[in-house]
T-cell receptor
Framework: DGGITQSPKYLFRKEGQNVTLSCEQNLNHDAMYWYRQDPGQGLRLIYYSQIVNDFQKGDIAEGYSVSREKKESFPLTVTSAQKNPTAFYLC????????????FGEGSRLTVL | GQQLNQSPQSMFIQEGEDVSMNCTSSSIFNTWLWYKQDPGEGPVLLIALYKAGELTSNGRLTAQFGITRKDSFLNISASIPSDVGIYFCAGPYSGSRLTFGEGTQLTVNP
């Protein structure tokens, strides 16, 4: 079945460590996105990529990095520079059309101990 | 980024009741999207609206694209326990980017 797969579902890390969250899609979508969700808040855009080998900062990119070497993959690294990394991270993709409809993965919950 | 104001922030209702929530923007949108997020999962698209004044239904859900293009409404009729979750409105801005409201947390008591 076509969809978006995020891994791991749950992740724990110590302060000062970098961690990479995986996102893979087989929908043949050009655009991919990373959002952060905190309790009681909406989804905030971290980074997005509209095409392979290109990506742009979203609204809260500080302390994060991404790569887009393949169309299917858009991994997110949460670096030690991110002050409050504990959150629920959501990856999404779209066909890049003007409607903006996004298809989301099931999310990764990161907890910093 | 662009701000969307979504209300109410939370709702506690009895099974069988109808629910209404809305979303407003300071800017004009050409598309309004409504998503539902089950606990611990990613959001799923419920309804997409593309034209001012449009009224679209999906089962017990009905959404409307405001005539001013600055607001949208979502109604759920005859709520059931599985309607529990967070409902988000969203709209595109700056190309392929979406902005989201802060969500309405719905609790349905059996």
């Amino acid at each position: 079945d076509g969809g978006i797969t995020q891994s791991p579902k749950y992740l724990f890390r110590k302060e000062g460590q970098n961690v990479t969250l995986s996102c893979e899609q087989n929908l043949n979508h050009d655009a991919m996105y990373w959002y952060r969700q905190d309790p009681g808040q909406g989804l905030r855009l971290i980074y997005y990529s509209q095409i392979v080998n290109d990506f742009q900062k979203g609204d809260i990119a500080e302390g994060y990095s991404v790569s887009r070497e393949k169309k299917e993959s858009f991994p997110l690294t949460v670096t030690s520079a991110q002050k409050n990394p504990t959150a629920f991270y959501l990856c999404a993709s779209s066909n890049g059309g003007g409607s903006g409809e996004l298809f989301f993965g099931e999310g990764s919950r990161l907890t910093v101990l | 980024g662009q701000q969307l104001n979504q209300s109410p922030q939370s709702m506690f209702i009895q099974e069988g009741e109808d629910v209404s929530m809305n979303c407003t923007s300071s800017s004009i949108f050409n598309t309004w999207l409504w998503y539902k997020q089950d606990p611990g999962e990613g959001p799923v698209l419920l309804i997409a609206l593309y034209k001012a004044g449009e009224l679209t239904s999906n089962g017990r859900l009905t959404a409307q694209f405001g005539i001013t293009r600055k607001d949208s409404f979502l109604n759920i009729s005859a709520s059931i326990p599985s309607d529990v979750g967070i409902y988000f409105c969203a709209g595109p801005y700056s190309g392929s980017r979406l902005t989201f409201g802060e969500g309405t947390q719905l609790t349905v008591n059996p």
